[in-house]
């Protein structure tokens, strides 16, 4: 039987960002694993703050596997964390999110390709051209040499994964870059974003490059050249009711509960978005909830096919930042929305 290389995938304890952590356990398997033949398996808690030191250790529950295409039989295995009784670790926000299936997120990722302290392709101490060229940009003056390579790469072996990857492409700062993940499933996509980070920060460790995720990296003061924009990770929702039955005055509720909990959500659309929500660079400022058809500077966006289609569909909340949580931020929206009675 074929030795398998079983990576386990897992969040640590740190706050207000969990970093992503991972071992590696080989096991015999007839053919590639299924998900219910893989074991749980356990790690030390006390190096990942999620345990003291005498009683440590930390279990890892499978929740979904993945073909690893750059190494022989490799696999991907994200993973819970549960406590020694089995019982959710209290750092584990995947459990937090209501189970439904007709519930479909698409995430879009934001990041910035960081070298030697500074995003690539930014001169040794200074700044390149001001934004202008590098949204969507071709050619060696706006791209450079190897983002678009790693980008690639990337893309690759997420589709090896059999993630569902929808597209990428490069962003309005040089340096970056977003990719688009869709998931149906309340679960699904927030799985596959985790799994997309790490397998982009695991590719980039041979090129001495790191992912910043953090919202806002570049902090210049705002006047041109040296005000560059921050990063998010919008996410474009619905529900089956969303998409088949809708209409206007259930959307008006659905907005009225998103503004009842503005706060409950900005709590979890990731660590200093008030450096990104600041009112510019197609944002709403941190303390205000808008919504507007094709407005990209409302908090919630909504699509004008939203609109044609009797207000059915799905709509984009462009408040969550690039180092959220895709497990709290798809919990979070999913509660508000379900807040909302439908007959
Ligand atoms: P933009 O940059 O204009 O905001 P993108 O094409 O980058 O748009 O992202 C749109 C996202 O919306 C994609 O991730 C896509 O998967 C997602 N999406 C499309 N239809 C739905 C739907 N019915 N429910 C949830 N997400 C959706
Ligand atoms: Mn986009
Ligand atoms: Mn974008
Ligand atoms: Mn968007």
Same mark, same amino acid.
Do not use: I, M, V
């Given at each position: 039987m074929p030795k398998y290389k079983l990576e386990y995938i897992w969040l640590d304890g740190y706050s207000p960002l969990a970093n992503l952590r991972s071992k590696t356990q080989i096991k015999e398997f007839?053919? $590639?694993?299924k998900l219910e033949e893989l074991p749980q398996w356990n790690f030390d808690g006390s190096s990942t703050r *999620?345990?003291?030191?005498?009683?440590a250790d930390c279990l890892l529950r499978p929740v979904a596997v993945y073909p690893d295409s750059?190494?022989?039989?490799g696999v991907l295995v994200m993973c819970e964390v549960l406590l020694p009784d089995g019982s959710p670790h209290p750092?584990?926000?995947?459990?937090t999110i209501p189970d439904d299936e007709g519930t479909w997120f698409g995430f879009e990722q934001e990041f910035f390709f960081y070298k030697d302290g500074a &995003? +690539?392709? $930014? /001169?040794p101490g200074g700044y390149p051209a /001001? *934004?202008? +060229?590098?949204?969507t940009g071709v050619g060696y003056q706006s791209i450079g040499a190897l983002a678009r390579e790693l980008v690639e790469q990337h893309m690759d072996i997420c589709l090896d994964a059999g993630l569902n990857y929808e597209g990428t492409n490069a962003e309005v700062a040089k340096g970056q870059w977003e990719f688009q993940i869709f998931g149906k499933g309340s679960k699904k996509a927030a799985d596959e974003i985790w799994v997309a980070r790490y397998l982009l920060s695991r590719l980039t460790e041979r090129y001495g490059i790191d992912i910043a995720?953090?919202?806002?990296?570049i902090r210049g003061p $705002?006047?041109? &050249?040296?005000d560059w924009n921050g990063s998010g990770m919008h996410a474009n929702f619905s529900t089956a009711y969303m998409r088949e039955v809708g209409g206007k005055a259930y959307f008006e509720q659905l907005m009225g509960a998103f503004s009842k909990y503005m706060d409950e959500h900005i709590a979890v659309y990731? &660590? #200093?978005n008030h450096m990104r929500l600041t009112?510019?660079?197609e944002t709403q400022s941190i303390d205000k909830f808008t919504y507007g058809v094709?407005?990209?500077?409302?908090s919630i966006r909504i699509p004008h096919a939203f609109v044609n289609n009797g207000y059915r569909g799905y709509l984009e #909340?462009?408040?969550?930042?690039?180092?959220? #949580?895709p497990y709290l931020v798809a919990g979070r929206i999913l509660k508000t929305v379900q807040s909302v009675p439908t007959p």
């Open positions: 007839a053919s $590639f694993p *999620q345990a003291e030191g005498k009683s750059t190494r022989r039989n750092s584990n926000t995947r459990a &995003p +690539l392709g $930014f /001169p /001001p *934004q202008g +060229l590098y949204y995720w953090e919202c806002k990296p $705002f006047n041109e &050249p040296l990731g &660590p #200093d009112g510019l660079h094709a407005d990209r500077g409302s #909340d462009r408040r969550p930042n690039s180092a959220a #949580d």
